[in-house]
């Protein structure tokens, strides 16, 4: 008599090929619920690592601080509304995609220059978005309000899409990297 043996994925099933006195059994729930428990504690949930709200906490951008990118924005034209930088893994999965921010900062504006600490998971690229809300409605009003990113590239009138995640990447060591970002009005 031929015995019979599963096929599971290409592999014969093992427990069906050992004798009966063979086989080992597990009562299962304690066990997936182990797995599960085990699958948890060494994963970081993909939720957690976005949309982090921070201060603007400058003592993390100080001498052996980081890795942080200390983000100087130049040309803000009043000192109404509020500054928004936001930080993003310069991928092509990641740049300016909605809710893919890993920080943001959020404070009142100030003509002239500000400047912000953005702290960063690890070493990497990243891009850097700063909008000025001037009303502080929370909305993108063309008329009013500015925008900027890092390596300030060009935006003109034939081209208002996001610019490519390659010319906004700053890379970013272990220590705080500096930059300046010019804020663009229409």
Not at 98 to 122: D, H, N, Q, Y
Not at 167 to 186: A, D, F, L, N
């Amino acid at each position: 008599m031929a015995v019979r043996r599963p096929i599971f994925h290409g592999l014969p099933a093992l427990e069906y090929m050992m004798e009966p006195e063979m086989r080992l059994t597990f009562p299962k729930a304690p066990v997936v619920i182990a797995a599960g428990l085990a699958a948890l504690a060494f994963s970081v949930p993909a939720a957690a690592q976005y949309r982090d709200e921070v201060r603007n906490d400058m003592s993390q951008c100080r001498a052996g601080g980081g890795p942080a990118i200390m983000v100087t924005v130049d040309g803000i034209k009043s000192s109404e509304g509020r500054m928004r930088v936001q930080s993003y893994r310069a991928t092509p999965a990641e740049w300016l995609a909605k809710g893919k921010w890993l920080k943001r900062i959020e404070a009142p504006a100030k003509a002239g220059s500000m400047t912000f600490c953005v702290p960063v998971p690890a070493s990497g690229t990243y891009g850097i978005a700063v909008r000025h809300d001037v009303n502080g409605n929370g909305k993108t009003d063309l008329g009013s309000d500015g925008g900027a990113m890092s390596n300030n590239p060009s935006i003109n009138i034939f081209n208002l899409g996001k610019p490519s995640y390659t010319k906004v990447g700053v890379p970013v060591g272990k220590e705080v990297k500096s930059i300046r970002i010019q804020m663009r009005y229409m």
